[in-house]
């Protein structure tokens, strides 16, 4: 079988929790009379119950009226009754049980056309339900049609074979076509290319990747011929655990929405037992009849069909469901619908600074030297040969200067210390103050003690170099994200929340950021037991939503509140612990998340109110015979779509 022309077996598909309509082993007609197969019967059965109702009133047509009323309980009467019986034989009473009861006690007491109204109503809701759901699980539904099922391997004599992902293993070779999606994680070893993650992450701008870049599985190849060597299986790929993150929080329940699952049986027996208790009793109390319109089984049935909680049921899950799926399609992942409630809960944020105020890449701001571009040229040809961030400073610095590296020799790598060789004879090194500074005189040691007390005091980072005897100095400052100024703003004063950083830097260099950023409150020069401390008493007192990125912050994150970590540059060690990951690293969406977790409790206690309004507005007077059995039916349904569609105001 094949789906868009790529192959599928039965396994694969099935294994992607897929709608059964949307098989492709079905044929195109099949998938199409198959899609929410219960919204058309419901649909067609309201059309036949309206055409009854209608010919009842004209002579020579009621049977046909009749006639049509039956396939009426058939299309929609029969499924809830075998679901209903299916519930029974587990001995569980529920919502649908309740329904069902209500709809077929009405045929017995003379009231045919109600019990219809019942069904068709309760399976236009139910119909609507799904579609609500639907769309509110369409973040996952995107990635599962985005997820390939092969992979074309590329062998070593240049030819191709397509293999299933789970058999494709760690260091296979595989073939990247533009306009494919790429399969598994991987790192470019031939070709060039712009691939597009935003169906992954929100993010929807073309990056470019060339060899020794590593490339996403979920991307889409835009132009070039890509080869890659793979670097996770299908099970540990990128994609794989975005799919299982969503899909977690998708099914994870708040509390709140919990305890009314377990309380709707309770409740559904409850309502049950009083409508047969009313039935009996209301006509000894009221001097009514049992039977009739005006009789106690009557009121009874319109009372059952008014309290039942339907509304309440579906109120509490659309409105996180939608939440979350909106959540996803930004680019923000969160382990569980309940950390919606836990961030509405926290009243303080926590920033850490490098790699999360800060993008974390260096740049140069120049150096100091009595011979400025042969000290430039010397450190370039050093650091070309070293990776950390330093080094890719000092040779993008030394390109925007046109100056190119100088021929070096013996070239050695000190770990933690600094990189040294020689030139034109002579030994040159750079690295930090602690490995430069006893390599040269007492008076030179004295005058770069000064400079570096300078630019320490700026919150700048240094390296010297040693060349020719003498010393230059490099000055360095991390790149503020400036993007994150108006969300911090946001945060203060729109929010009305605590904002501090924490940090491990120096005092000077987070004063500076700090001051950049308009954070009011900081802490530096932390180890990590101290942030821990701090993390630890802000959540406990005031609940806190800790954002970090690094491997340090992975206890911080695990312990706060609420913890967030940065998916693109976070250490996966800090990505684990958290319960929000930020896919493209967009912190300045914090404030919007923080809005939308206000707005799913606010949804929610909206939608607990309706539909409680609805149960009390309709059920009360049920009983006393203000509400006909039609309008009991119409105010429980219509309650259940208004929460329904309320809960998907979340989605934007």
Not at 92 to 108: C, P, Q, W, Y
Not at 542 to 563: E, S
Not at 613 to 618: G, N, P, R
Request: hydrophobic share 50%.
């Amino acid at each position: 079988m094949s789906c868009c022309g790529k192959p599928i077996v039965f396994e694969e598909y099935f294994g992607m929790g897929a709608p059964m309509s949307a098989s492709p082993f079905l044929t195109p007609e099949a998938r199409l009379w198959g899609h929410n197969l219960p919204m058309k019967a419901a649909v067609l059965g309201a059309l036949l119950l309206a055409l009854s109702f209608g010919l009842t009133y004209v002579d020579g047509f009621r049977p046909l009226a009749s006639f049509l009323l039956v396939a009426v309980y058939f299309l929609t009467g029969v499924p809830a009754l075998i679901e209903s019986l299916e519930d029974l034989y587990d001995l569980e009473i529920n919502i649908d049980v309740l329904m069902t009861l209500a709809a077929f006690s009405s045929v017995v007491i003379g009231s045919p056309f109600e019990g219809a109204l019942l069904l068709v109503l309760f399976a236009l809701s139910g119909g609507m339900e799904e579609a609500v759901e639907a769309r509110a699980k369409g973040a996952i539904s995107a990635l599962h049609k985005i997820t390939p099922t092969k992979a074309v391997v590329w062998n070593d004599d240049g030819r191709t074979l397509e293999k299933a992902l789970p058999e494709v293993e760690v260091g296979t070779l595989l073939l990247i076509k533009a306009g494919e999606i790429v399969p598994l994680d991987g790192e470019i070893i031939k070709g060039a290319s712009s691939i597009n993650v935003g169906h992954i992450t929100g993010e929807n701008v073309p990056l470019s990747k060339k060899v020794g870049d590593s490339v996403v599985a979920g991307a889409r190849n835009i132009e070039g011929r890509l080869i890659i060597r793979v670097t996770h299986t299908s099970a540990d790929s990128t994609l794989s655990k975005i799919i299982e993150l969503v899909t977690q929080a998708q099914e994870s329940r708040p509390r709140l929405q919990r305890w009314f699952e377990n309380l709707s049986n309770t409740y559904a027996k409850t309502i049950i037992g009083l409508a047969f208790l009313f039935a009996l009793t209301l006509p000894f109390f009221l001097d009514i009849p049992f039977l009739g319109r005006e009789g106690g089984v009557y009121r009874a049935l319109a009372f059952l069909i008014a309290a039942s909680p339907c509304a309440l049921i579906i109120a509490i899950p659309i409105a996180y469901l939608s939440a979350v799926g909106a959540c996803a399609r930004k680019g923000i992942l969160l382990k569980g619908g309940i950390i919606l409630d836990a961030l509405a809960d926290c009243k303080a944020v926590a920033f850490d600074k490098t790699g999360t105020l800060t993008t974390g890449t260096l740049q140069c701001m120049g150096l100091q030297s009595n011979d400025p571009r042969l000290a430039l040229g010397i450190a370039c040809s050093l650091e070309t040969n070293a990776v950390h961030p330093i080094a890719q400073a000092i040779v993008a610095y030394a390109e925007q200067q046109n100056i190119s590296p100088l021929s070096i020799s013996h070239f050695k790598q000190i770990p933690g210390s600094g990189l040294e060789a020689t030139y034109q004879g002579k030994k040159v090194a750079i690295g930090n103050p602690s490995f430069i500074l006893p390599l040269l005189s007492p008076t030179q040691q004295a005058e770069v003690s000064l400079h570096i007390e300078t630019c320490r005091q700026s919150g700048e980072l240094i390296a010297l170099l040693l060349h020719n005897q003498e010393w230059s100095l490099f000055r360095f400052f991390d790149t503020p994200r400036q993007t994150v100024q108006h969300t911090i703003s946001r945060l203060q004063h729109a929010l009305h929340m605590r904002v501090l950083m924490l940090t491990g830097d120096h005092a000077e260099s987070a004063h500076r950021v700090a001051e950049q950023m308009g954070i009011t409150e900081f802490k530096a020069d932390l180890k990590p037991a101290d942030k821990l401390k701090i993390v630890e008493e802000l959540s406990s007192t005031m609940g806190l939503v800790m954002v970090g990125d690094g491997i340090n912050d992975a206890p911080a994150l695990a312990r706060a509140t609420v913890g967030i970590s940065m998916g693109q540059m976070g250490s996966q060690a800090a990505i684990d612990a958290a319960d929000v990951v930020l896919l493209q690293d967009h912190i300045e969406r914090l404030d919007w998340l923080m809005e939308k977790a206000l707005a799913t409790r606010a949804v929610v206690k909206q939608n607990l109110i309706i539909a409680t309004l609805a149960i009390l507005i309709a059920s009360i007077p049920a009983l006393a015979g203000f509400v006909p059995l039609w309008l009991a039916v119409l105010l429980h349904e219509g309650g259940t779509v208004i929460v329904g569609l309320n809960g998907l105001r979340l989605l934007r």
